[in-house]
């Protein structure tokens, strides 16, 4: 025992900056200004900021590609804050709103692989004295080295009800998941194509009905969405006429798939795919479920003990994280679906609409 | 948090007391001080926005509201209430513009709309009710700076289910707007000429009939006393079917010329009336409901009592052949004999004066059955007494409605609802359900629930959501977290809501359906 635990020392000091060594930190936010930095193989909750100004909740975390800084959207959707993961300092800090605008940063956020850039989806208000006149939704890009009081770089067109933004791993491109998802020139914003979701044109199926605003493809590099869709020509009293599928899109290669896995059965809220087995992908809401996707089917499903909206998959594939809703991280096994444990988010406070980022450091 | 429509200060705007003015007032100095730093004035002296809409009351104190809540206007209780006056009176909807619509004001539980455009319904009815679209006029470009204000003030409606499956924001602002518009046009023909009519003047005394499901019939009269500005102090004396008197006394205002806002205490309890005005200034019809339990009331029905001669009620409206029973008639001016046609002869007069006649009735066996008149003297209701000889089934009213947790300790209390169970005989095809079905009428039943389906079972929402109290009162249990419940959920639940009578020996029972849900945090005056 002794020997090996020395050995182990050993190859660390060896080895300091290799990232095999790495370990796994799961980011999570809590009502009302929390951002919740847990190390996962350790079950304990190493560092909780407190975020400044963040209103009633910290909504999507992006985490910078090198792990040491987050980005939370807050202040209900108003504002976007960096904070330094080692010393908690907000580094980063953009306002959206002025006083003639009312900017809500719906959901959609990413990074570019480089760090660099930051983008944000925003749906503006503009708020005249007697009457308010909606904007069309657009992409602020901000340069992450600017600091408290941030002003976009660049301001690129989007389509509306952008609920996730992807940077593509080259960063050549920028995924919007809208109606479809969009893929976007991240310098000007011009449609370069789209991947069909209601577009779709399959025979006998209805346009599907995506809602995802979970950023979830940190093992993986690939973003999957549940999905649901109904048989045009089938009785809606038939058991299949209701379809739930899983649509996944490869953020490297850019290949997307779209699979139906099952008559609809159980409502799932956010879905994502095992590192170590890429077929496989884990969905959550009152229940845990594993999916095939490689042959469209169901693998198992486990009553969950509350409601989760959030699901990540450690870097290693053994086990997967679900969070989200309320006061707990829980954790279970990839393979088996036991309950290996949870983490208390501390204080109990609700992690509500959070994001649950995966970082290694 | 921003105050939202708690039930406290539900509806409050409308029966909120103003000082007593001797006449009409003009809040044009109001408006413009209050209003005026926002919207700007127009080439026609009036304020932008504000000019180009009409609405009801509760349409105008939401809007009030919502300038105080959102945009930090300032404006007390009385200021309130004579802005809500001056704009309903000024820019009100003409009482045809309210036509199918009145369940949302009366507050009418249970009620499931069916919207003449369903695709507009889609749009726009999911998070409130079609009628609080129906119940406005605007222009187009009104219509559309609405749609502005939805989506700016709530950014994520193109995000939620039905929201998310269409162009959300570019139907409701460009396709929508033009259509609402030809739907509900700012101006009409009878708004115009209902400005045109003579100002009502209600004081005097007034003979009503009502129903309070539970209870049963009411009858009474009230006298209005004017206190200037079309508002009215009421005194009210009041007889239940079962023999017990009650009095009382309260206040009302009437807006637009025919929205009546009655608020009466009787005892310790406290009514709301939402009426509508006939145009012959002669009969008032509408709810009464309890002011902190709205879905608890009924039908009510006021005539002057100096109004030509009517029958306004035949209480028990039944009788079952080959049965005697006692009836009674209320109206105003009764004179003469009661003829209540072939077969049903009145064989004892037990009371008779010009607002109540009490008689004894006997129906032969074989009087015909279905509807017919009743007839007093010179004057007549048709289809005013149904004669049946058997009770087929029973419909539970509402056939579906929902309840709601609360109290225990939280800001809001619970929601209860009330039932009532409607007799039925099948018609001559012998068939239930068909055109041909005799309505009976309420009667008193035995009241129960169960579980509505397998989820209900096994959750044990029977035992948990709620009781049924005698009179089809549904009560339902305290809010929050039950650690006796699976996954430590709430009181919710899924019931079927079951009633009972005897007919002849025999036990007919009918059914209903009843969702137990959690609180509702916000309960503006239209839903």
Same mark, same amino acid.
């Given at each position: 025992?002794?020997?090996?635990?020395?050995?182990?020392?050993?190859?660390?000091?060896?080895?300091?900056?290799?990232?095999?060594?790495?370990?796994?930190?799961?980011?999570?936010?809590?009502?009302?200004?929390?951002?919740?930095?847990?190390?996962?193989?350790?079950?304990?909750?190493?560092?909780?900021?407190?975020?400044?100004?963040?209103?009633?909740?910290?909504?999507?975390?992006?985490?910078?590609?090198?792990?040491?800084?987050?980005?939370?959207?807050?202040?209900?959707?108003?504002?976007?804050?960096?904070?330094?993961?080692?010393?908690?300092?907000?580094?980063?800090?953009?306002?959206?709103?002025?006083?003639?605008?009312?900017?809500?940063?719906?959901?959609?956020?990413?990074?570019?692989?480089?760090?660099?850039?930051? =983008?944000?989806?925003?749906?503006?208000?503009?708020?005249?004295?007697?009457?308010?006149?909606?904007?069309?939704?657009?992409?602020?890009? =901000?340069?992450?080295?600017?600091?408290?009081?941030?002003?976009?770089?660049?301001?690129?067109?989007?389509?509306?009800?952008?609920?996730?933004?992807?940077?593509?791993?080259?960063?050549?491109?920028?995924?919007?998941?809208?109606?479809?998802?969009?893929?976007?020139?991240?310098?000007?914003?011009?449609?370069?194509?789209?991947?069909?979701?209601?577009?779709?044109?399959?025979?006998? =199926?209805?346009?599907?009905?995506?809602?995802?605003?979970?950023?979830?493809?940190?093992?993986?590099?690939?973003?999957?969405?549940?999905?649901?869709?109904?048989?045009?020509?089938?009785?809606?009293?038939?058991?299949?006429?209701?379809?739930?599928?899983?649509?996944?899109?490869?953020?490297?290669?850019?290949?997307?798939?779209?699979?139906?896995?099952?008559?609809?059965?159980?409502?799932?809220?956010?879905?994502?795919?095992?590192?170590?087995?890429?077929?496989?992908?884990?969905?959550?809401?009152?229940?845990?479920?594993?999916?095939?996707?490689?042959?469209?089917?169901?693998?198992?499903?486990?009553?969950?003990?509350?409601?989760?909206?959030?699901?990540?998959?450690?870097?290693?594939?053994?086990?997967?994280?679900?969070?989200?809703?309320?006061?707990?991280?829980?954790?279970?096994?990839?393979?088996?679906?036991?309950?290996?444990?949870?983490?208390?988010?501390?204080?109990?406070?609700?992690?509500?609409?959070?994001?649950?980022?995966?970082?290694?450091? | 948090?921003?105050?939202?429509?708690?039930?406290?200060?539900?509806?409050?705007?409308?029966?909120?007391?103003?000082?007593?003015?001797?006449?009409?007032?003009? /809040?044009?100095?109001?408006?413009?001080?209050?209003?005026?730093?926002?919207?700007?004035?127009?080439?026609?002296?009036?304020?932008?926005?504000?000019?180009?809409?009409?609405?009801?009351?509760?349409?105008?104190?939401?809007?009030?509201?919502?300038?105080?809540?959102?945009?930090?206007? /300032?404006?007390?209780?009385?200021?309130?209430?004579?802005?809500?006056?001056?704009?309903?009176?000024?820019?009100?909807?003409?009482?045809?513009?309210?036509?199918?619509?009145?369940?949302?004001?009366?507050?009418?539980?249970?009620?499931?709309?069916?919207?003449?455009?369903? /695709?507009?319904?889609?749009?726009?009815?999911?998070?409130?009710?079609?009628?609080?679209?129906?119940?406005?006029?605007?222009?187009?470009?009104?219509?559309?700076?609405?749609?502005?204000?939805?989506?700016?003030?709530?950014?994520?409606?193109?995000?939620?289910?039905?929201?998310?499956?269409?162009?959300?924001?570019?139907?409701?602002?460009?396709?929508?707007?033009?259509?609402?518009?030809?739907?509900?046009?700012?101006?009409?023909?009878?708004?115009?000429?209902?400005?045109?009519?003579?100002?009502?003047?209600?004081?005097?005394?007034?003979?009503?009939?009502?129903?309070?499901?539970?209870?049963?019939?009411?009858?009474?009269?009230?006298?209005?006393?004017?206190?200037?500005?079309?508002?009215?102090?009421?005194?009210?004396?009041?007889?239940?079917?079962?023999?017990?008197?009650?009095?009382?006394?309260?206040?009302?205002?009437?807006?637009?010329?025919?929205?009546?806002?009655?608020?009466? /205490?009787?005892?310790?309890?406290?009514?709301?009336?939402?009426?509508?005005?006939?145009?012959?200034?002669?009969?008032?019809?509408?709810?009464?409901?309890?002011?902190?339990?709205?879905?608890?009331?009924?039908?009510?029905?006021?005539?002057?009592?100096?109004?030509?001669?009517?029958?306004?009620?035949?209480?028990?409206?039944?009788?079952?052949?080959?049965?005697?029973?006692?009836?009674?008639?209320?109206?105003?001016?009764?004179?003469?004999?009661?003829?209540?046609?072939?077969?049903?002869?009145?064989?004892?007069?037990?009371?008779?004066?010009?607002?109540?006649?009490?008689?004894?009735?006997?129906?032969?066996?074989?009087?015909?059955?279905?509807?017919?008149?009743?007839?007093?003297?010179?004057?007549?209701?048709?289809?005013?007494?149904?004669?049946?000889?058997?009770?087929?089934?029973?419909?539970?009213?509402?056939?579906?409605?929902?309840?709601?947790?609360?109290?225990?300790?939280?800001?809001?209390?619970?929601?209860?609802?009330?039932?009532?169970?409607?007799?039925?005989?099948?018609?001559?095809?012998?068939?239930?359900?068909?055109?041909?079905?005799?309505?009976?009428?309420?009667?008193?039943?035995?009241?129960?629930?169960?579980?509505?389906?397998?989820?209900?079972?096994?959750?044990?929402?029977?035992?948990?959501?709620?009781?049924?109290?005698?009179?089809?009162?549904?009560?339902?249990?305290?809010?929050?977290?039950?650690?006796?419940?699976?996954?430590?959920?709430?009181?919710?639940?899924?019931?079927?809501?079951?009633?009972?009578?005897?007919?002849?020996?025999?036990?007919?029972?009918?059914?209903?359906?009843?969702?137990?849900?959690?609180?509702?945090?916000?309960?503006?005056?239209?839903?």
């Amino acid at each position: 025992m002794r020997r090996i635990t020395l050995a182990c020392t050993a190859l660390a000091l060896a080895m300091t900056v290799a990232p095999a060594l790495a370990k796994d930190y799961l980011l999570t936010g809590a009502k009302p200004d929390k951002l919740v930095l847990i190390d996962a193989k350790a079950r304990k909750v190493e560092q909780v900021f407190t975020v400044p100004d963040a209103g009633t909740g910290i909504f999507t975390i992006t985490p910078a590609p090198d792990g040491r800084t987050a980005y939370v959207i807050l202040n209900q959707w108003e504002s976007v804050a960096g904070i330094d993961l080692t010393t908690g300092q907000q580094v980063f800090r953009a306002d959206l709103s002025s006083a003639g605008e009312r900017v809500k940063a719906t959901f959609a956020m990413d990074i570019s692989p480089d760090g660099k850039e930051l =983008f944000v989806i925003e749906s503006p208000v503009k708020l005249l004295p007697d009457q308010y006149q909606v904007q069309p939704a657009r992409i602020a890009v =901000f340069d992450t080295s600017a600091g408290i009081g941030a002003k976009p770089v660049r301001v690129l067109p989007a389509p509306r009800r952008t609920a996730v933004l992807m940077a593509a791993k080259d960063g050549s491109k920028l995924y919007a998941l809208s109606w479809d998802i969009y893929v976007l020139d991240p310098k000007t914003g011009a449609e370069l194509g789209r991947h069909p979701l209601r577009t779709w044109q399959r025979a006998n =199926f209805s346009a599907p009905d995506v809602l995802d605003v979970w950023p979830q493809w940190d093992a993986t590099g690939i973003f999957s969405t549940p999905y649901y869709t109904a048989r045009t020509d089938l009785d809606a009293s038939n058991p299949d006429a209701f379809k739930t599928g899983l649509a996944t899109l490869d953020l490297a290669s850019g290949e997307f798939q779209t699979v139906d896995f099952e008559s609809t059965s159980a409502i799932i809220f956010s879905s994502a795919i095992n590192p170590a087995r890429p077929t496989e992908a884990y969905g959550v809401y009152t229940t845990l479920s594993k999916i095939d996707r490689a042959k469209g089917s169901l693998l198992q499903r486990i009553e969950l003990d509350h409601t989760y909206y959030t699901v990540n998959v450690a870097s290693d594939g053994s086990e997967l994280y679900v969070g989200g809703t309320m006061d707990d991280v829980g954790i279970y096994d990839t393979a088996t679906f036991e309950r290996l444990g949870e983490i208390a988010i501390p204080g109990g406070a609700d992690q509500v609409l959070a994001s649950l980022r995966l970082i290694q450091r | 948090m921003r105050k939202s429509w708690l039930l406290p200060c539900l509806i409050a705007g409308l029966w909120l007391a103003a000082p007593a003015a001797e006449a009409a007032q003009d /809040e044009g100095p109001l408006l413009a001080e209050r209003c005026g730093s926002c919207h700007q004035t127009t080439s026609g002296n009036g304020l932008t926005r504000i000019d180009e809409q009409r609405k009801t009351p509760e349409a105008w104190d939401m809007t009030l509201v919502r300038m105080v809540q959102f945009h930090g206007v /300032e404006l007390s209780d009385d200021e309130r209430a004579r802005l809500v006056k001056h704009l309903a009176d000024r820019q009100g909807l003409a009482p045809s513009e309210t036509d199918g619509f009145r369940y949302i004001l009366e507050r009418q539980p249970g009620v499931i709309e069916s919207p003449p455009d369903a /695709e507009l319904a889609t749009l726009c009815a999911r998070c409130h009710s079609y009628a609080r679209i129906a119940l406005q006029r605007r222009t187009e470009d009104e219509w559309r700076k609405l749609a502005h204000f939805h989506l700016g003030q709530f950014p994520t409606a193109e995000y939620q289910a039905l929201g998310r499956d269409r162009n959300w924001w570019e139907i409701a602002s460009e396709q929508a707007p033009g259509q609402l518009a030809e739907l509900f046009p700012l101006k009409s023909e009878a708004w115009d000429r209902w400005q045109q009519r003579p100002a009502a003047a209600l004081a005097g005394d007034w003979r009503f009939v009502g129903h309070h499901p539970g209870r049963g019939g009411y009858h009474g009269t009230m006298t209005l006393a004017a206190t200037g500005d079309d508002r009215y102090d009421l005194k009210l004396q009041l007889t239940y079917d079962d023999g017990e008197t009650a009095s009382g006394q309260g206040a009302g205002i009437l807006y637009t010329g025919y929205e009546w806002r009655g608020r009466s /205490e009787v005892g310790s309890t406290t009514s709301l009336q939402v009426m509508a005005l006939a145009e012959d200034g002669t009969t008032m019809t509408g709810r009464s409901f309890l002011a902190d339990q709205d879905a608890v009331g009924g039908q009510l029905t006021m005539t002057r009592l100096d109004a030509s001669p009517q029958i306004l009620a035949v209480t028990p409206g039944y009788v079952r052949a080959g049965e005697g029973r006692k009836l009674a008639i209320q109206g105003v001016g009764l004179a003469g004999d009661v003829d209540l046609g072939p077969g049903v002869t009145v064989d004892n007069v037990l009371s008779a004066d010009d607002q109540t006649i009490v008689v004894h009735v006997q129906a032969a066996a074989d009087a015909a059955l279905g509807g017919r008149s009743v007839k007093v003297g010179t004057i007549a209701a048709d289809q005013a007494l149904v004669v049946y000889d058997r009770i087929d089934r029973l419909s539970v009213e509402p056939p579906y409605t929902i309840a709601r947790v609360g109290g225990a300790g939280g800001a809001v209390p619970p929601v209860a609802a009330q039932f009532e169970a409607i007799a039925w005989q099948n018609g001559a095809d012998g068939a239930p359900g068909t055109a041909d079905d005799l309505r009976i009428g309420a009667l008193p039943a035995r009241w129960s629930t169960d579980n509505f389906d397998a989820t209900a079972v096994a959750l044990k929402d029977a035992a948990h959501a709620g009781s049924m109290q005698a009179g089809g009162l549904f009560m339902p249990s305290g809010a929050g977290p039950n650690p006796a419940r699976p996954f430590e959920t709430n009181n919710a639940g899924n019931l079927k809501v079951l009633a009972a009578v005897d007919d002849a020996g025999r036990e007919v029972t009918g059914e209903g359906q009843l969702i137990v849900t959690v609180q509702r945090w916000n309960d503006p005056p239209i839903r």
